[in-house]
């Protein structure tokens, strides 16, 4: 059973438009979310992260969105940039210390063409 | 500032061989170390994680072990390799939320 999911494959968008990555979850026990960028052959990198106390995160052109409610988060990137083409993967963690679960979707490739 | 080294980069094995992936971080104490999986075009998969020296949680029976002989060591091995273990293995470590990756190792079993 997924209790991470992103839906979406893939996403094809204009440079300078904005991207939205889309994410459900599950488990209303999971208080922490994060998104990762990958390229292919590297590890994902941290990119954004958001606590379920809040609704929204920014850091510069990277805004994360949170619906408790609805059990939905999304990523924006505004505006994109090629460079931001890669595979991006949304995480979820209940934290306990004594778990340490994160547990992904299984990602989105996005593709930025100029 | 922490850092993750893991190796090799890529392997080939031959089915039945056996496997060991190392993974070590420096520059924190008592992280939570994970072996994630990556097959060709799904997500990442978690495998095994400890949050602890000789503590191993796993999350998916497999023909895969795990070890944590140190604090920041974490191994990946096999007995026995299958076509079917082939894929990209990243270790990562965390000491709250965020989980910072190694650059994976691709593993071809043939």
């Known amino acids: 059973d997924q209790q991470v999911k992103q839906n979406s494959p893939s996403l094809s968008v204009q440079e300078g438009r904005i991207s939205i990555l889309n994410c459900d979850y599950t488990?209303?026990?999971?208080?922490?979310f994060l998104w990762y960028k990958k390229y292919p052959a590297e590890g994902p990198t941290f990119l954004i992260s958001i606590s379920s106390i809040k609704d929204k995160n920014e850091d510069g052109r990277f805004t994360v969105f949170l619906n408790k409610s609805a059990k939905h988060l999304s990523l924006h990137i505004v505006p994109s940039q090629p460079g931001d083409s890669a595979v991006y993967f949304c995480a979820a963690s209940a934290w306990d210390r004594s778990q340490g679960n994160l547990i992904f979707g299984k990602g989105t490739k996005l593709s930025v063409k100029p | 500032s922490q850092t993750i080294h893991q190796w090799p980069a890529t392997l080939v094995q031959p089915v039945g061989s056996p496997l060991s992936l190392e993974c070590t971080v420096e520059g924190t104490s008592n992280p939570n170390l994970y072996w994630y999986r990556q097959a060709a075009g799904r997500g990442l998969q978690l495998l095994f994680y400890?949050?602890?020296?000789?503590?191993i949680s796993s999350e998916v029976p497999q023909n895969l072990s795990a070890s944590r002989p140190q604090d920041r060591q974490f191994i990946l091995s096999s007995k026995k390799l299958l076509l079917s273990d082939s894929g990209f293995y990243l270790c990562a470590w965390s000491v709250r939320y965020e989980a910072f990756f190694g650059q994976g190792t691709r593993l071809t079993v043939v």
């Open positions: 488990n209303s026990m999971f208080d922490y």
């Open positions: 400890s949050v602890g020296i000789g503590q």
